[in-house]
T-cell receptor, first 116, second 115 residues
Framework: NAGVMQNPRHLVRRRGQEARLRCSPM?????VYWYRQLPEEGLKFMVY????????ESGMPKERFSAEFPKEGPSILRIQQVVRGDSAAYFC??????????????FGSGTRLTVV | DAKTTQPPSMDCAEGRAANLPCNHS???????VYWYRQIHSQGPQYIIH???NNETNEMASLIITEDRKSSTLILPHATLRDTAVYYC????????????????FGRGTQLTVWP
């Protein structure tokens, strides 16, 4: 009974490179959420996706960040031209579906992005 | 954003009960109280949630005041592995709008269990 799988666990990128973070939701879950946690801070909501749809991206930075959840395969959070301020832990969560989140979301172990 | 207030830190002796308070004076009638915790460097873990009745599961108990303006998470017999940041979150459990995904994590309470 695999939980939410995120990879890689650690990612190092040089300034200006692209970072791709992957999230495979729990089996049967069709909703994915991305959160970012800067050092010494709480988690901040970024984006909420269903299969092939972005439902709420109000927490996404306006530039360089994008997310997708294709019909097949994992959800991808993509950061273009990374800067040092992007260094953070990025967590993905999943849930069964709209109206069925009564028991909370299941979070993955996160991807720690370090920009050097 | 966050509509809850929690103390920044608390200590508890191993084996004793840990009582973590949370104030949510502006909670709406259809908002639930959720508790998550984050053990160092791991993803948040769901603990428990409730609307107005007290709740208990294998991890913890949740006591919600009658006016619902505050609650207390109780870990009945704290262990060293319960050392974590505990987040109290209020949100609608079954909304159907685009805000479904948003959980507002404040700074939480750093609980340290000592031997």
């Amino acid at each position: 009974n695999a939980g939410v799988m995120q990879n890689p666990r650690h990612l190092v990128r040089r300034r200006g490179q692209e970072a791709r973070l992957r999230c495979s939701p729990m089996k049967g879950h069709s909703h994915v959420y991305w959160y970012r946690q800067l050092p010494e801070e709480g988690l901040k909501f970024m984006v909420y996706l269903q299969k092939e749809n972005i439902i709420d991206e109000s927490g996404m930075p306006k530039e360089r960040f994008s997310a997708e959840f294709p019909k097949e395969g994992p959800s991808i959070l993509r950061i273009q031209q990374v800067v040092r301020g992007d260094s953070a832990a990025y967590f993905c969560a999943s849930s069964p579906g709209q109206g069925r989140t009564n028991y909370g979301y299941t979070f993955g172990s996160g991807t720690r992005l370090t920009v050097v | 954003d966050a509509k809850t207030t929690q103390p920044p830190s608390m200590d508890c002796a191993e084996g004793r009960a840990a009582n973590l308070p949370c104030n949510h004076s502006t909670i709406s009638g259809n908002e639930y109280v959720y508790w998550y915790r984050q053990i160092h460097s791991q993803g948040p873990q769901y603990i428990i949630h409730g609307l107005k009745n007290n709740e208990t599961n294998e991890m913890a108990s949740l006591i919600i005041t009658e006016d619902r303006k505050s609650s207390t998470l109780i870990l009945p017999h704290a262990t060293l592995r319960d050392t974590a940041v505990y987040y109290c979150i209020v949100r609608v459990a079954r909304d159907r709008g685009s805000t479904l995904g948003r959980l507002y994590f404040g700074r939480g309470t750093q609980l340290t269990v000592w031997p």
